[in-house]
């Protein structure tokens, strides 16, 4: 009879295990830590600085519920080392509106009903936002149709490629498209 697997657990911080002083911009303000060097940008947020608007998913950089913004480029806290964002700005999702006022991707996904259990809605709508600001720079995704011609609105197809490192176990996906549409439309330039 096999014995039962003993789940592993995070090794305990070793007296002497070396600190790393970081400092970066978080949602606009700016921010010093002192961790150890293999912390991620995740743990960082979510234990050391109390912000929960980020979700741990899979811890693998398979799902997007992590999803933050470094230097306005979308990144998977996740896979991130805390120190890689030394002198960088972080945004998560609490840093782009407030319930007074909402951004524009978090409203649209609001009045789209662009999400159900909602633990993927961070991510998703950070991720939105970064897609937003690519599609402005003309940047091409695996589904530009001319690389030499990036102009116009982006198709359906279009969306759900550059959303495509997200995943909603719920199933949400037309209404997300619907509400990334709903802002494209609303700002197209």
């Known amino acids: 009879m096999d014995q039962p697997a003993i789940p592993a657990t995070a090794p305990p911080a070793v007296a002497g295990t070396p600190r790393c002083r970081i400092a970066f911009e978080l949602n606009g303000q700016p921010h010093e830590l ?3 060097p293999r912390v991620t940008l995740l743990d960082a947020l979510r234990e050391h ?21 470094v230097d306005g480029r979308r990144v998977n806290s996740c896979l991130t080392l ?13 840093g782009l509106g407030t319930p007074e006022a909402l951004h ?34 003309g940047r091409a995704s695996a589904v530009t149709p001319d690389l030499c011609r990036i102009e116009g609105p982006l198709s359906d197809a279009e969306i759900r490629e550059r959303m495509s490192g997200n995943l909603c176990r719920c199933g949400a996906y037309p209404n997300i498209v619907r509400a990334v549409r709903q802002v494209l439309d609303s700002n197209p330039g």
């Not at 600085?49 to 913004?69: E, H, M, P, S, Y």
């Not at 805390?82 to 609490?94: K, P, Q, Y």
């Open 104 to 137: 524009p991707v978090q409203a649209a996904f609001i009045e789209q009903d662009a999400f159900q259990c909602g633990y993927c809605t961070p991510g998703q709508i950070c991720s939105t936002v970064a897609l937003l600001e690519e599609a402005r720079a």
């Open 49 to 69: 600085l109390k912000l929960i608007g980020t979700k741990k998913g899979c811890d693998r950089g398979q799902c997007g519920a992590c999803t933050v913004l």
């Open 34 to 36: 002192e961790l150890e």
């Open 82 to 94: 805390a120190v890689m964002c030394e002198g960088r700005s972080v945004t998560t999702v609490e």
